[in-house]
């Protein structure tokens, strides 16, 4: 007997629909799995296997032939679990075939019957379509976000098994609550104490989209003042908002209470982190990286001189494009990475230089080592360059004194940002071309200036756009 079951995997951060086909036919007991599985795939045969026994149903003991369609595509993830024991049990007439029309499976089993969480449900759910979809209880926030059809809600294989045959109706669960659900107080830019310089920057580059440097000593508070910048970003608009909750949930992030990602995120990786890690890729299994989960919000990278060369120059092409684009034999990807770089570095290998209240000891060689770390051309593709030093003891002393707090920042990001949707549709940092010209126009003093600090400090075309972007 034959039956097919929909069900999607996971590539990057998109489902694709796969259609799980099932043969049970005469012959010497055996079963065997074709269209490209991976490893993870493959070993679904024997949890289906003791899934299917421990819900109190036969395996069949008849050859079973299992396809993965369309085969020409590799596929990964545990997804297909769910989808294989069905689609077994229907082709073995345990489940009649009519009873899966319109029906979609998705979820991992455990050897007891229990269905489990896969990451990547809520990209798998859009590529469903128009279906019903089966999923884990714990994946209704991430199912709801994209689903199109009804949600069913289950615990394990024997619930699934009993709706579809009529025994029981389909279970009324709730969803499961997480520890993480309670909401969390959000930095607030009234922390911080003095600094106007560099606060002014935050709100420029919050305003304008663009990407920013602060340079200086250790506990000057670039840490603390890039942490404050999303909360200076408006909510997420309902597309960008989709996008980067696909782009959480096929990265195992865990989603917000209601499943759709309205803050914009805040990723900080470690100066370790490699250059997959943290522009995505893989061989056979392409990952989202950092700068596409900080998609729609900021990417803080601290101690930028100490990320391997490498990996900074891996940032180039995002920062122009904001996308990624991954290439390898036979797979091409393009993920989003629409995000705000926040870097922060010291002005040298001690930290100190230029810091009245310490010494710094070290050469010039080992100063000028130190800042070639970071290439000119990644240099030259962030906007904002702001050195900030220690606030002085005296500020620290008196006491916290009242300075804005993020609500009355956003509120004028708020309008800025409207603005340069009036104005052009997209933000300053987009601005080019006649755009740019309109949007950026200077008088005859305007641009005497800027061709005498051109020629000054050795400024390329990037640099004197962006110049002029950031004047707006």
């Not at 109190?56 to 294989?84: Q, Y």
């Not at 996008?243 to 096929?250: I, L, P, W, Y």
């Not at 509120?411 to 997209?426: E, L, M, T, Y």
């Not at 008088?443 to 400090?457: I, K, S, V």
Request: proline share 8%.
């Amino acid at each position: 007997m034959y039956a097919s079951v929909p069900s999607a995997v996971l590539f990057c951060a998109e489902g694709h629909l796969i259609h799980v086909e099932v043969q049970v036919s005469a012959g010497l007991p055996g079963f065997s799995l074709v269209g490209l599985p991976d490893v993870s795939i493959r070993e679904s045969r024997d949890r289906a296997r003791a899934a299917v026994i421990s819900s109190g149903h036969p395996w069949p003991k008849h050859k079973i032939t299992v396809n993965l369609a369309p085969s020409g595509d590799r596929k990964a993830g545990s997804g297909l679990d769910l989808a294989i024991a069905v689609a077994v049990l229907a082709a073995s007439g345990v489940i009649p075939a009519e009873t899966l029309r319109d029906l979609a499976f998705i979820g991992e089993l455990g050897l007891d019957g229990s269905l489990r969480p896969v990451n990547g449900v809520a990209p798998m759910v859009g590529a469903i379509g128009e279906r019903d979809v089966v999923v884990p209880i714990a994946s209704a926030a991430e199912a709801a976000v994209a689903a199109l059809g009804r949600v069913r809600l289950v615990a394990d294989l024997g619930e699934v098994v009993d709706a579809l045959l009529g025994l029981a109706p389909w279970p009324d669960h709730e969803p499961a609550q997480r520890a993480d659900d309670v909401p969390r107080p959000e930095p607030d830019l009234a922390d911080v104490q003095g600094q106007p310089v560099a606060r002014q920057a935050l709100e420029v580059a919050a305003a304008g989209g663009h990407h920013t440097l602060f340079i200086g000593p250790p506990g000057a508070g670039k840490t603390m003042l890039a942490s404050r910048l999303p909360g200076l970003l408006p909510p997420l608009d309902r597309d960008t908002a989709l996008e980067v909750t696909m782009v959480h949930s096929a990265s195992g992030i865990a989603l917000p209470p209601g499943g759709l990602v309205r803050t914009p995120p805040f990723r900080a990786p470690h100066h370790t982190t490699s250059q997959t890690a943290l522009v995505g890729g893989g061989s056979q299994i392409i990952r989202p990286g950092e700068v596409s989960i900080a998609h729609g919000g900021v990417l803080f990278m601290d101690e930028l001189a100490e990320f391997a060369p490498s990996v900074l120059d891996g940032l180039r092409q995002p920062l122009e494009s904001r996308s990624v684009q991954v290439v390898r034999t036979g797979i091409r990807a393009v993920l989003p990475a629409d995000f705000l770089l926040v870097a922060a570095m010291n002005p040298c290998p001690c930290g100190y230089l230029g810091d009245k209240q310490a010494d710094c000891r070290c050469s010039r060689e080992r100063v000028t080592t130190y800042r070639n770390k970071v290439s000119g051309p990644l240099l030259d593709r962030i906007d904002l360059h702001v050195e900030i030093l220690r606030p002085p003891m005296a500020l620290l002393r008196d006491g916290a004194q009242a300075s804005e707090d993020s609500a009355t920042v956003r509120a004028r990001v708020a309008r800025a940002w409207q603005a340069q949707r009036d104005r052009a549709g997209v933000a300053n940092a987009l601005l080019a071309g006649d755009e740019l010209s309109v949007a950026c126009a200077l008088d005859d003093q305007g641009w005497a200036l800027l061709e005498a600090a051109a020629d000054r400090f050795n400024l390329s075309a990037r640099a004197h756009q962006r110049i002029l972007r950031v004047s707006r």
